[in-house]
């Protein structure tokens, strides 16, 4: 019966608006807007399932789900089609706003597919970091050396 | 001494011919810069819209409206530090002088020189923050992120805010236009806030932070783009204007060439006729 009920929607785009109503089997896809700075990785594209890492914990993100504005944390962000497949990037920072009508603006600083990246050069800049923080004098540097770890192990992480 | 001024007219229209087509020079190759750094701003700008226009959807969908307080307006006003640009930093300026006129409780912080001398003779005190070196290199988010944190150092409080940029339309065309800023306090008493969920005062001061700089480095990408393009016309029609003086003036120094050649034969042959009458 879901696949019939797939199929209607596949069809009659805008009439499923009466059929909504039904339950989470039914729940309109959300459409995701993906973009950093100088790059588009979605633009309003229906996505089926969203994990991003954020200050306030992980979480994966479904369509329906509550609103909220969390701060991303350098990491690796999950993006699961409605065609199955799967593709994962890294962020460095950045914010996700979920809204009432299941839209996602996911606004990253910098976003790259994790297959570009270079794990020897992301070991480098670890321990390029921890350098950076044994030598730092002030505050303000030592935050930097900080930041700058905390980017270099998440990298490391998402290369293994 | 006609015929003495005749000569110095010569001079004096070839001294101007040469200095106009010059400046003709000047201006084309300012045109070929312009358009190709137009190109690439507009690409720049293409991939930027879409995290601009999302930087903008919470405000939108959150139903964010200004605070009632007191504390009065933040104008960012965006423009660069080069002119010969047609009318993208004029526009700009126009709108800041009225709008200070309408609220005097305005802090403005201007991106860009040229804004800067517009307001400078009247409004000086209000002026807020000025960043320089704006314009001769594409903005990147980096910069952005240098005038936000430099805006939320500085402690500008502000009740309604607004920045004032020229967006992009068309190769011939940009419009002055406006993007809403909130404060921090906005947006916590916004009518559908209570909608999202597990939101602290940190993770507001975080978001709105990073929107500012995310807002900022959108209306900096469209006006750059508004800015070569309007460049480019402003030189093309330069260009233009100067080859039709040229025409005009080639035209006179031919006529006073051949007046003067005129002239001389006539004395020439006047002489010689006398003194074939004399003899």
């Known amino acids: 019966m879901a696949l019939t009920r797939s199929a209607l929607r596949l069809f009659s785009g805008r009439f499923t608006q009466a059929c909504q109503v039904r339950g989470y089997a039914d729940a309109p896809s959300m459409s995701l807007t993906f973009a950093a700075p100088s790059q588009v990785l979605y633009n309003n594209i229906s996505v089926k399932q969203i994990d991003v890492p954020s200050f306030s914990g992980s979480f994966g993100i479904l369509p329906a789900h ?14 699961f089609e409605n065609d199955g497949s799967t593709k994962k990037f890294f962020v460095s920072s ?11 603006q996911l606004l990253a600083e910098e976003a790259v597919p994790v297959d570009t990246l270079d794990i020897s050069a992301a070991k480098e800049l670890l321990a390029q970091s921890q350098s950076q923080l044994a030598s730092a004098s002030s505050e303000v540097a030592k935050a930097e050396a900080e930041i700058s770890i905390e980017v270099s192990e998440a990298l490391v992480k998402a290369c293994e | 001494s006609q015929q003495v001024r005749g000569m110095a007219t010569l001079k004096m229209i070839s001294i101007r011919l040469k200095s106009v087509k010059n400046i003709q020079k000047i201006t084309q190759s300012m045109k070929m810069v312009s358009a190709a750094k137009y190109t690439k701003a507009e690409r720049e700008l ?19 409206k200004d605070e009632e307080g007191e504390k009065g307006q933040l104008i960012i006003a965006v423009s660069s530090d080069r002119g010969l640009c047609g009318a993208v930093h004029s526009s700009i300026g126009r709108i800041v002088k009225t709008d200070i006129a309408a609220n005097p409780n305005t802090k403005v912080v201007i991106v860009g020189d040229k804004v800067r001398n517009i307001l400078q003779r009247l409004y000086a005190k209000n002026i807020a923050m000025v960043v320089t070196e704006v314009g001769r290199k594409p903005a990147v988010f980096g910069d952005a992120a240098l005038v936000a944190q430099s805006i939320i150092s500085s402690g500008i409080e502000f009740s309604k805010g607004k920045i004032l940029f020229n967006a992009f339309r068309t190769v011939v065309s940009f419009r002055t236009t406006e993007m809403p800023l909130y404060s921090q306090d906005a947006v916590a ?25 995310s807002l900022l480095f959108y209306s900096m990408k469209e006006n750059a783009t508004s800015e070569q393009s309007s460049r480019m016309t402003a030189m093309d029609n330069a260009s233009k204007n100067a080859g039709e003086m040229i025409d005009k003036l080639t ?6 060439r051949q007046a003067v050649i005129t002239r001389e034969l006539i004395e020439i042959i006047s002489g010689a006729a006398a003194l074939e009458t004399k003899n």
Not at chain 2, 195 to 202: A, C, M, P
Request: net charge negative; charged share 20%.
């Open chain 2, 189 to 213: 008493n916004a009518s559908k806030l209570p909608v999202y969920d597990s939101l602290d005062s940190d993770v507001i001061q975080s978001y709105t932070e990073f929107s500012l700089a």
């Open chain 1, 66 to 79: 509550v609103p909220t504005l969390a701060v991303l944390k350098p990491g690796v962000v999950t993006v």
């Open chain 1, 94 to 104: 950045g914010t996700v706003t979920i809204n009432e009508d299941s839209t996602v």
């Open chain 2, 251 to 256: 035209m006179t120094f031919n006529r006073t």
């Open chain 2, 46 to 64: 293409k991939l930027a819209r879409p995290y601009g226009i999302g930087a903008q959807e919470f405000y939108k969908k959150a139903e964010v």
